[in-house]
């Protein structure tokens, strides 16, 4: 079965009101939301802690 990717203006108001929750949704989704962002800024700050320590050893070893 084929897929259409394409967006024009008529399906982005579709998919727009599809994704749209309300208060009591967001009141249960909101503290994951939180915890899933703190949770993606240690992993980012563990990423360039490791990226710059493997690029300084490895200028150690030049």
């Known amino acids: ?3 259409n990717n394409e967006l024009n ?5 579709e998919c727009i009101s599809k994704l749209s929750i309300d208060a009591e949704q967001w009141a249960i989704l ?5 915890s899933a ?3 993606v800024k240690m992993l980012d700050q563990f ?3 490791e990226t710059e320590s493997s690029a300084i050893f ?3 070893k030049v």
């Open 58 to 60: 490895a200028l150690g």
């Open 47 to 49: 990423l360039k802690v």
């Open 30 to 34: 909101e503290p994951l939301v939180k």
């Open 9 to 13: 203006p008529d399906t982005h108001t």
């Open 1 to 3: 079965m084929p897929h």
């Open 37 to 39: 962002s703190n949770s």
